[in-house]
């Protein structure tokens, strides 16, 4: 657009030379507050409870800003953190244990200390930012009480006189509730979600709901979202490969019921072909939720998805000779007629292998049933309205990485040689490699889901490369050994190789390599979900000298038990980077009535000597350039 244009548009927006000059003088006053508290989580897993609650306590933030501008001596901080965190059932616990005067009087003394908080935390953002923030019904009454309260000792009882009509009113509940969620918002300016928000637990929907109306966020895509993705953007093979995860942890009814997707002709073609067996028992959060029909139910369709998956695998293998994955055709090894399959040169026998709709003669081909089952499924899962609205919000926020505030946001790995090269993709004539592969993948995934229609082209094909290839950045291991951890008993075919890079991301100069390449300083960080860290081996998630942080949220139940923690998660503000390690959630119940908080110990990462104003973070740099547009225009206002 030539200068003159941009100008002349720009100018629109203002009516007067005034108020160019008012705008200016606002955009100054923004680049000298402090940076925005960013928080980072990872790997949710569908544990809708427990993320909500991480976000509710902002990783321990509320009770930092709680202990610095309240008197603990005088205030239970317990108690308070409690109401912030959950209002409205706070509030219905003491209206069951206090009588009328009491509750008014407990009315009162909250309105007043949440309205303290609310000024401390609002602190670091313009009026204008907190005049947003603030729900339109009570924003009067709010921004009345803050004001008021910045000259409290002669205000008293004028305050007192306002806070009193509130109750009289009876709008003191709805009010202290807005006040909580407004100290929740203000505690934590923006979130990334650094991937896998589906699969494993019962409620990925919901946390897709809650970072829809959540203020500010980004997501870095997870090997786990791409196959819901990849399903939405057309591929047979990863929407199956969803239905039998979803099957193997009980989770169907998030596909049927809240999805909308008809699973009944699933359900009876693998009642047709299936027997139930042992190793195929769906995981189970809670036992008790499923009748014995159901989870006989799931564990044939399980059985059936996954020769399915293998089937429509072997299919995409041969159509690839580029994804250098013909090791992974499974039914192409199998002896059908002993029931053993040959793997590099080793003959291993099948233990419970039931294939019964697989012609020998050519194994990866669906039946005809197969094809309409298939065919339809993927029709139901893309006509599926609020799927759709939570796979373009995927779309709209993810990113297979970020660059933000000096650091790398990434779900797996950047794939490595064990010399440290980075290791490449050759997709035609060209090697992708470090950056240019993740830039590669994701104008693949855009593309693909841009094109719903296509179920067998490159770009689709290379979504399901994302979720198991050996060079892809969310998988980042060599194989994905789901058919032999079904099918055959020796232990050591179930291993899969990790890349290179999560042993050389503990060396501080592997990761500055990595950070160069995507144009970073090398003071930055990488922020890594995707493996769990074993604190109760002795693992450490701060690694490379500070400058790698691993920070996957070990919300899934299932691998608690492996990192003896419910993990880590990340905040960074104007004074550095703090790691919070947090335990295991047991339910909003317990925490309200107990006040019992998810114990988050908190690790100082890095402390930097100034306060990081926002002049110097990314966004910073943008209101930097509106300035300087600003001030042009300012100057030949009258010419444009
Ligand atoms: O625990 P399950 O359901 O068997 O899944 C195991 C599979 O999940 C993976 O670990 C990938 O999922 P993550 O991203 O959660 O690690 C595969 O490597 C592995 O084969
Ligand atoms: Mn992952």
Redesign the pocket.
């Given at each position: 657009m030539s200068g003159v244009n941009y100008y002349s548009l720009l100018k629109e927006n203002f009516e007067n030379k005034e108020n160019v000059i008012t705008e200016l003088i606002n955009l100054e006053a923004i680049l000298h507050l402090p940076k925005g508290t960013e928080h980072f989580i990872s790997?949710v897993?569908g544990e809708y409870a427990a993320f909500d609650h991480v976000l509710r306590n902002g990783s321990g933030s509320v009770k930092e800003k709680l202990a610095e501008c309240l008197d603990k001596k005088t205030v239970d901080i317990d108690e308070l953190a409690t109401l912030i965190y959950y209002p409205e059932e706070k509030i219905k616990l003491e209206k069951e244990r206090k009588t009328q005067e009491e509750v008014k009087k407990w009315y009162a003394q909250q309105i007043q200390l949440l309205i303290t908080v609310v000024n401390y935390t609002s602190r670091k953002y313009t009026r204008s930012k907190v005049h947003k923030a603030l729900p339109s019904r009570f924003s009067y009454v709010i921004e009345e009480l803050l004001t008021e309260k910045q000259q409290e000792s002669d205000k008293q009882a004028y305050i007192q006189a306002i806070i009193d009509n509130i109750i009289q009113l009876r709008q003191a509940a709805p009010l202290i509730s807005a006040l909580c969620y407004v100290i929740q918002r203000f505690v934590v300016d923006h979130l990334h979600v650094v991937g896998?928000i589906y699969?494993?637990g019962p409620a990925p929907d919901r946390i897709m709901e809650r970072l829809i109306h959540y203020h500010s966020v980004d997501i870095q895509w997870?090997?786990?979202d791409i196959i819901w993705l990849a399903s939405m953007a057309g591929s047979p093979l990863a929407l199956i490969n969803v239905l039998r995860?979803c099957a193997?942890?009980g989770n169907l009814a998030i596909i049927e019921d809240r999805y909308g997707v008809n699973l009944r002709p699933l359900v009876e073609y693998s009642h047709k072909y299936y027997q139930v067996l042992d190793k195929f028992s769906p995981?189970l959060e809670d036992e008790t939720d499923f009748s014995a029909a159901e989870k006989d139910s799931l564990n044939k369709i399980q059985q059936a998805t996954a020769i399915l998956q293998f089937k429509l695998e072997g299919q995409l293998i041969k159509r690839r000779p580029e994804f250098l994955m013909d090791e992974r055709s499974m039914l192409d090894f199998i002896n059908y007629t002993n029931s053993t399959i040959s793997l590099q040169g080793k003959i291993y026998s099948l233990v419970d292998f039931s294939g019964p709709t697989i012609d020998p003669d050519n194994p990866c081909e669906l039946t005809g049933e197969e094809e309409e089952l298939v065919k339809n499924l993927l029709l139901s899962f893309q006509n599926s309205e609020p799927l759709r609205r939570h796979m373009d919000f995927l779309m709209e926020k993810g990113n297979m990485y970020l660059c933000y505030n000096g650091n790398l946001l990434l779900?797996?790995c950047i794939p490595l040689h064990q010399n440290g090269d980075f290791k490449s993709l050759r997709i035609g004539q060209t090697h992708y490699s470090g950056k240019s592969l993740l830039d590669f993948f994701e104008a693949q995934i855009r593309y693909s889901y841009a094109h719903p229609e296509l179920s067998n082209d490159f770009s689709t094909d290379l979504l399901w490369y994302l979720w198991t290839g050996e060079c892809s950045s969310?998988?980042g291991?060599k194989v994905?050994?789901?058919f032999e951890?079904y099918y055959i008993e020796d232990k050591q075919t179930h291993h899969?190789e990790k890349n290179a890079y999560y042993r050389l991301r503990n060396q501080e100069a592997v990761c500055q390599e990595i950070l160069k390449d995507f144009g970073l300083p090398i003071t930055g960080h990488i922020i890594n979900g995707?493996?769990?860290v074993k604190a109760n081996q002795g693992e450490n998630p701060i690694k490379a000298n500070g400058r790698m942080l691993v920070i996957d949220g070990g919300f899934?139940k299932?691998?608690q038990k492996e990192t003896g923690l419910a993990g880590y998660t990340l905040l960074s503000n104007s004074y550095g980077l703090q790691l919070v390690a947090h335990q295991p959630f047991s339910s909003v119940k317990e925490s309200v009535e107990q006040q019992k908080d998810i114990l988050s110990t908190k690790r100082l990462v890095e402390r930097v000597e100034n306060r990081t104003r926002v002049s110097q973070t990314n966004i910073g740099k943008k209101l930097i350039q509106e300035k300087k547009a600003l001030e042009t225009l300012y100057e030949n206002y009258d010419f444009y």
């Open positions: 790997d897993h896998d699969d494993r997870g090997n786990h995860i193997r942890y995981k779900h797996g969310l998988f291991k994905m050994a789901t951890r899969e995707h493996t769990p899934a299932s691998y």
